[in-house]
């Protein structure tokens, strides 16, 4: 059942991103100051850019470029959905540490790699976006583009010690509350290893797999899971690692452990009555 027409909601947190529906014409011709990234969810979002009408479908991604006029309009009878977020280009330029921005002209695309950039950015609208993981989806979004429009992607080699540093630092927060790294930022972390923010996201995946954001909610679902296993209620599991709720709890759970944190136990609990 496709959703009720013309509704605009604003998402959780500080990035400015929106959930919204039309039918028919939705936006008259205008242009941002930001790059827009969006996912169409539902219909055929139309809109006329450079010059030519472009079409998003269901699953598509939709990438605007700073100061490109465009509107926006249903692609066919039914209404079209779609989620959205607004990157400050200078946070791009952060990145990018000098280079042109790039520009990708069709104003649609379906690379997987931009795909999976977006649908973590625009997953659940109703929960803020940790300042980490907004951090590095943007670096993402930032180099995937580079890659994208064949530009170039400069890499050096990782800095061991000042990474081990920022693990350590993780690690040993951790131990303590986990709760101590629900707010840190790429900022911190930049304090600790003394460089740049961007390469310790990059050396960090080079040296351990994965993002410090990643790293840290893994550490923070293996402590679920502990709890869990020593039979602690899911809310009280929640609360204590430092997910919103239940709900946001088990879709991290089951992401990276392929089960439900009930599941989970309800497995443990058979183990243990079969060993006894």
């Known amino acids: 059942m496709r959703p009720a027409a013309n509704w605009v909601r604003r998402a959780a947190g500080a990035a400015e991103r929106i959930e919204a529906c039309f039918s028919g014409l939705a936006y008259a011709p205008h242009s941002h100051e930001t790059y827009t990234l969006a996912l169409t969810t539902d219909g055929v979002q ?51 540490g000098g280079a042109c921005l790039p520009f990708l002209p069709d104003g649609v695309n ?112 293996q402590k679920a899971r502990m709890l869990i296993e020593h039979g602690r209620s899911l809310a009280l599991v929640a609360a204590s690692t430092g997910f919103a709720d239940q709900s946001h709890l088990s879709r991290q759970f089951k992401s990276s452990f392929g089960t439900t944190p009930g599941a989970w136990a309800t497995l443990r609990r058979r183990q243990t009555t079969a060993s006894r």
Not at 117 to 136: F, G, K, S, T, V
Not at 166 to 185: K, N, P, Q, T
Not at 195 to 214: A, E, H, I, N
């Open 110 to 221: 379906n690379a997987s790699s931009l795909v999976q950039i977006a649908c973590r950015l625009l997953a659940d609208m109703r929960q803020p976006l940790a300042p980490l993981e907004h951090q590095e989806l943007v670096a993402s979004f930032a180099t995937t583009l580079q890659t994208l429009t064949g530009r170039s992607v400069k890499h050096t080699a990782a800095n061991y010690t000042a990474i081990k540093r920022v693990r350590d630092y993780i690690d040993d927060m951790m131990a303590v509350s986990g709760e101590l790294l629900l707010h840190v930022d790429l900022d911190a972390l930049a304090a600790i290893a003394q460089y740049s923010k961007w390469q310790v996201t990059r050396d960090f995946r080079t040296l351990y797999g994965t993002t410090p954001y990643r790293y840290i909610t893994l550490k923070r679902l």
């Open 46 to 96: 139309s809109f006329r850019y450079r010059g030519e009408l472009r079409s998003s479908l269901p699953g598509h991604v939709v990438v605007l470029h700073p100061d490109e006029t465009h509107d926006g309009q249903a692609g066919s009878d039914s209404p079209f959905a779609y989620r959205a977020i607004s990157i400050d280009p200078a946070a791009v330029q952060d990145v990018l």
